[in-house]
């Protein structure tokens, strides 16, 4: 199973990617997880650049970000597929991507638009939390972990004797301002590559201002050759 999922940010691309990676037994590659492992590194100049420019709620340059999928797509992992979360970002990008998929004889199974509206995104990212240890997602209202101190994924418990090292961990594109320039960007950089894919015949959109629950089933069957080419009606008002 090859897909690309696109939304704007707090569309809910991580979630849904880790849930049909999970189902089609290919991996999620989430070029924004990509850069934020990049600058952990306080020695690494390119991972300080990378921070700055996340920080500003622009784009990477290209330059970085291809050579980087392109390298994540060559490893054996992805030999039977790949769920992209967050690339391609632009028109330049999808182009860049078309070209590498087709030196490789890949098709794409689909290209999927997460429609959210504005409002919601801001709701949706500032509630939003992960585990610090495995990166699982949570949200303060819409997804909660069952017990407040433990992952429910990786059972890691945060540490009492250590207040400093919380297990929880927020984003720090996360505050109003970045939100704000990330989607803007989304809208004059992003929103541009819906048309490139609609004209391929391979983009699905669905609602993503449903529950979590209904946008995976939303996706799957978007994503089910059984539904042959039928697209569901696109949402009125998504950029
Ligand atoms: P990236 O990390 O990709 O951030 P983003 O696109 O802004 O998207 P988010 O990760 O914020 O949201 P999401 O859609 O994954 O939503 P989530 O599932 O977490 O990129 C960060 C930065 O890296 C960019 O700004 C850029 O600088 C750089 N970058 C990345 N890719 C690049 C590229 N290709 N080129 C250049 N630069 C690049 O959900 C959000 C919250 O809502 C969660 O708490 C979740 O639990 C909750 N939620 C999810 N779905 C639902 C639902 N249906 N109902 C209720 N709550 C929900
Ligand atoms: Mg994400
Ligand atoms: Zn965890």
């Not at 991580?14 to 997880?33: E, F």
Request: glycine content about 10%.
């Amino acid at each position: 199973m090859r897909v690309i999922l696109i939304g704007p940010p707090g569309a809910g691309k991580g979630t849904q990617a880790s849930r049909l990676s999970a189902k089609y037994g290919v991996p999620s590659i989430s070029t924004g997880d990509l850069f934020r492992a990049r600058t952990k590194d306080p020695n690494d100049p390119l991972g300080a650049e990378i921070n700055r420019i996340m920080k500003e709620g622009k784009l990477v340059p290209n330059e970085i970000t291809v050579k980087m999928i392109a390298e994540r797509l060559d490893q054996p992992d992805c030999k039977n597929g790949f769920i992209l979360d967050g690339f391609p970002r632009s028109v330049e990008q999808a182009e860049s991507l078309d070209k590498m998929l087709k030196e490789k004889g890949i098709r794409l199974d689909g290209v999927v638009q997460i429609g959210v509206d504005d409002e919601k995104l801001v709701e949706r990212i500032s509630g939003r939390f992960a585990c610090g240890k495995c990166g699982e997602g949570y949200h303060d209202k819409f997804h909660q972990p069952k017990d407040p101190h433990k992952c429910d994924k990786c059972g890691a418990t945060e540490d009492p004797a250590n207040p400093e090292t919380t297990l929880w961990k927020r984003r720090p594109d996360d505050n109003a301002t970045t939100v704000r320039a990330r989607l803007e960007t989304y809208h004059s950089q992003t929103a541009p590559i819906l048309p490139f894919y609609d004209a391929k015949g391979v983009l699905k959109v669905v609602d993503g201002m449903a529950s979590m629950d209904d946008v995976t089933r939303q996706i799957e069957a978007a994503l089910d050759p059984k539904e042959g080419v039928k697209k569901p009606a696109p949402p009125k008002k998504y950029g």
